[in-house]
């Protein structure tokens, strides 16, 4: 496989498949007034674009990834950020967790991450990038920060006027909480709980419902004391999912 962003952008768009195109398009919602109205598709299936990943990932240059990010094409955006993914991951073994190397190779793909954070355009981009880099950082030491350093990247994000950058700001706490610390998710779940859109409703139930699977389920319940009555029906019923169908009732009444 080649390993120049203009050569990838060309190999992926050779895929293209009309077909398909036309219902990604309307799947994700491109059309005038809504969520991800403009955005334009090749017609790729993910393991597709993981496919073009696996090849490339290893001898990528982190340099040329601002041309695939930056790209019209959502399929190629996505290949950008899971190639950050990839590179990332490899850099965060329990092994090079305090490595000084790791963590400058770390910081500098979290950078390029948040600088580039508007091209993650769409929910599928968010979801499939956000927990394993931001969220991951967010637990590893680091040179650009401490946690206060941190908690203030996720509010500017939580603070922005773009939709994509809340939402990663709740759903990085997916990582978080598989890894045993609730805190960023009840932090964000708090901040984002009069949201108006739907899509941030059904993320920050989502969320929730995560962390009460695999932090606590009694950590979910005094969130829910405290808040279900103040709570969008969607994220409410996001975050019971897991839960008996009496207790959801419960709940939901």
Known sequence: MN??????IEYMESLQNEEQRCILMGFFKTGPGEYGEGDEFLGLKVPQTREVVRAISKDFP???IPELLLNRW?????CGFLILVAKFEKLATKRLENNEEAMKGRDEILTLYLHYAEQANNWDLVDLSVHKILGHWLLLPSNLGDRDYKIKVLD????????????M????SWKTSQMG????????????????HDLMHKAVGWMLREMGKRVSMDLLRDFLRQHAHEMPRTMLRYAIEKMSEAERKEWMS
């Open 74 to 78: 959502h399929e190629v955006r996505l």
């Open 3 to 8: 390993t120049t962003a203009k050569e990838i």
């Open 169 to 172: 700001s709740i759903v990085c």
């Open 62 to 64: 982190l340099s040329e």
């Open 181 to 196: 610390d609730p805190s960023w998710c009840l932090r964000y779940a708090e901040i984002h709980l009069h949201h108006p």
């Open 156 to 167: 500017h994000l939580a603070q922005s006027s773009c939709l994509w950058k809340q939402r």
